[in-house]
């Protein structure tokens, strides 16, 4: 059975302290692996897609790497806009299921 | 106007009561989906529709019944619920049901309260 595992569950940040979040995942034959953000009471915002191990991808102050047993968001100097949670989500097998983590619940002082 | 957009944002309903939610994507997606999501628990797969076929959660309750007429529309029709399914239902669409890349997209969700 597919697994997704995010780490930590909560987090705070004072703003400008960078950090990492991580989503740790078991699956046969993945075929992607997607990154949300969740504001309160809204449907997820999609982030990234990545493929295969090794990738990176970018948007202002997050970066999202893959490797073959987990993946990292990124977050440098955040500011308490970036507070929300962030979903993981992986795409595995010749089937159309994506499996998503519980998130992480990220909160970002002045 | 966003991806995908679904009504109501909020509904309160009694345990007897026949209610609809409804999606509608302007993505020219293929597949539709709904989730279920609930405190501290993942995003639950309920059902998905697309143009190769029809998947069902077994473990959704028959109260929830889908219905998706094209490929831009789908309905959640909810009749007899209990308190538990008080949650943020999610419509979502992607591109197609098969293959890499297929990122999905989401609405801003309804949220149900069962009384």
């Known amino acids: 059975e597919d697994q997704v595992t995010q780490s930590p569950e909560a987090l705070r940040l004072q703003e400008g302290e960078s950090s990492s979040l991580n989503c740790s995942y078991t699956?046969?034959?993945?075929?992607?692996l997607f990154w949300y953000r969740q504001d309160p009471g809204k449907g997820p915002e999609f982030l990234f897609t990545?493929?295969?191990a090794g990738e990176e991808k970018e948007k202002e102050r997050l970066k999202a790497t893959l490797t073959k047993k987990e993946s990292f968001l990124h977050i440098t100097a955040p500011k308490p806009e970036d507070s929300a949670s962030y979903l993981c989500a992986v795409l595995a097998g010749g089937y159309q299921k994506v499996t998503f983590g519980i998130g992480t619940k990220l909160q970002v002082i002045p | 106007e966003t991806g995908v957009t679904q009504t109501p944002r909020h509904l309160v309903m009694g345990m007897t009561n026949k209610k609809s939610l409804k999606c509608e994507q302007h993505l020219g997606h293929n597949a539709m989906y709904w989730y279920k999501q609930s405190a501290k628990k993942p995003l639950e797969l309920m059902f998905v529709y697309s143009l190769e076929e029809r998947v069902e959660n077994n473990s959704v309750p028959s109260r929830f019944s889908p219905e998706c007429p094209n490929s831009s529309h789908l309905f959640l029709h909810l009749h007899t619920l209990q308190p538990e399914d008080s949650a943020l239902y999610l419509c979502?669409?992607?591109?197609?049901?098969?293959?890499?890349?297929?990122?999905?997209?989401f609405g801003e969700g309804s949220w149900l309260t069962v009384v």
């Open positions: 699956v046969s034959g993945l075929r992607g």
């Open positions: 990545l493929y295969s």
């Open positions: 979502a669409s992607s591109p197609g049901s098969q293959g890499a890349g297929n990122t999905i997209y």
